[in-house]
């Protein structure tokens, strides 16, 4: 009878141990699969360029490209041009969303200001940054403020609507809780609203972010005589398509890579620990 005992166990686990590598390769295969669609094009550009598919004066190769950016990084060229473009979306990013979770927050928290601003506000950002360029050129010139804030503009629209949607969210269970403990209206906007709305800004900030990135390198190839977007228009000029290529996968993957990061500041925001106290005393008082 031990020896029945001692043997029981012996099939489960070895089960386990078959089940190891199964999951290890699913999550090896999870990790690899948004890389299956870039791989396949990256292929079928390298199989088009030998095969002479495309005109190397349409599409080079993807090497010829590599060649450029290697010159581009060894020359300086590349860091001069990512210095001036992060330079431009940084300042005009900071502004704009500054000035978008001021009057998001003003909005949500003053509701006859949002009957006053919201209407006009909702009109004026249907109209894409390209139709504002000539009115901001007549007002300020062709030079970096005319950047700073077409940039600025762009990243304010996101920004102000998600901190306005951020504010109005918080259940009113949480403010009324919030009275009761006798918090002042200060308090209650910095220790449960705004916790409560984190979450909601930080998308709001990355999204704002994705804009400013664009609206960078349109006004980059609209007026501009450096920058990431400067060297598609050069490269275009030239006919040199390596470069306007190198120069696209560069905006590419600067974009993608602090995307990524504002994603995982957005993936750890969350409720703050005075909003979880209030909720869980709001529970405990309904119950």
Same mark, same amino acid.
């Not at 295969?29 to 349409?58: D, E, K, N, T």
């Not at 978008?100 to 919201?118: C, F, S, V």
């Not at 918090?183 to 804009?211: D, I, M, N, S």
């Given at each position: 009878?031990?020896?029945?005992?001692?043997s029981?166990?012996? &099939?489960?686990?070895?089960?386990?141990?078959?089940q190891?590598?199964a /999951? *290890?390769?699913?999550?090896?295969?999870g990790?690899?699969?948004?890389?299956? $669609? &870039?791989?396949?094009?990256?292929a079928l550009?390298?199989? +088009?360029?030998? =095969?002479g598919?495309?005109s190397p004066q349409?599409l080079?190769? &993807?090497?010829?490209?590599?060649?450029?950016l290697?010159?581009l990084?060894?020359?300086?060229d *590349?860091?001069?041009?990512?210095?001036?473009?992060?330079?431009?979306v !940084? #300042?005009?990013?900071?502004?704009g969303?500054?000035?978008?979770l %001021?009057l998001?927050?003003?909005m949500g928290?003053?509701?006859?200001?949002? %009957?006053?601003?919201?209407p006009t506000?909702?009109? *004026? #950002? =249907?109209?894409?940054v390209?139709?504002?360029?000539?009115?901001?050129?007549?007002? #300020?010139?062709?030079? /970096?403020?005319?950047?700073?804030?077409?940039?600025a503009?762009?990243?304010?629209?996101?920004v102000?609507l998600?901190?306005?949607q951020g504010?109005r969210q918080? &259940?009113?269970?949480? $403010? /009324?809780v919030a009275?009761v403990y006798?918090?002042?209206r200060?308090?209650q906007?910095? /220790?449960?609203v705004?916790p409560?709305?984190?979450p909601t800004?930080?998308t +709001? !900030?990355?999204?704002?972010?994705?804009?400013?990135?664009l609206s $960078?390198?349109?006004v980059?190839l609209?007026a501009?005589?450096?920058g990431?977007?400067y *060297?598609?228009?050069?490269?275009?000029?030239?006919?040199?398509l390596?470069?306007?290529?190198?120069?696209?996968? #560069?905006v590419g993957?600067? +974009?993608?890579v602090?995307?990524k990061l504002?994603?995982?500041a957005e993936?750890?925001?969350?409720?703050g =620990? %005075?909003a979880?106290?209030?909720?869980?005393?709001?529970t405990?008082?309904?119950?």
């Amino acid at each position: 009878m031990s020896g029945n005992t001692l043997s029981a166990p012996l &099939p489960s686990t070895r089960r386990g141990v078959r089940q190891a590598p199964a /999951e *290890l390769l699913r999550n090896a295969g999870g990790r690899l699969l948004p890389w299956l $669609l &870039p791989l396949a094009l990256l292929a079928l550009w390298q199989s +088009g360029a030998s =095969q002479g598919w495309i005109s190397p004066q349409v599409l080079p190769s &993807p090497h010829f490209v590599w060649l450029t950016l290697q010159d581009l990084y060894s020359s300086g060229d *590349l860091w001069l041009n990512v210095q001036a473009s992060m330079q431009r979306v !940084l #300042v005009g990013f900071a502004v704009g969303s500054a000035l978008g979770l %001021a009057l998001g927050a003003a909005m949500g928290l003053w509701r006859p200001l949002e %009957a006053y601003i919201l209407p006009t506000f909702n009109a *004026l #950002v =249907q109209i894409p940054v390209l139709a504002w360029l000539p009115f901001v050129l007549l007002l #300020v010139g062709i030079g /970096e403020p005319l950047k700073y804030i077409l940039i600025a503009k762009a990243a304010l629209v996101p920004v102000t609507l998600n901190t306005l949607q951020g504010f109005r969210q918080t &259940p009113a269970s949480l $403010l /009324e809780v919030a009275r009761v403990y006798g918090y002042t209206r200060r308090q209650q906007v910095l /220790e449960v609203v705004l916790p409560h709305a984190l979450p909601t800004l930080f998308t +709001g !900030l990355r999204l704002g972010f994705t804009k400013a990135w664009l609206s $960078l390198v349109v006004v980059e190839l609209v007026a501009s005589s450096e920058g990431l977007g400067y *060297l598609i228009v050069y490269g275009r000029q030239l006919f040199q398509l390596d470069l306007v290529m190198a120069a696209v996968i #560069v905006v590419g993957a600067i +974009g993608y890579v602090i995307d990524k990061l504002l994603d995982m500041a957005e993936a750890r925001a969350g409720g703050g =620990q %005075a909003a979880t106290r209030l909720g869980a005393a709001s529970t405990g008082a309904q119950a």
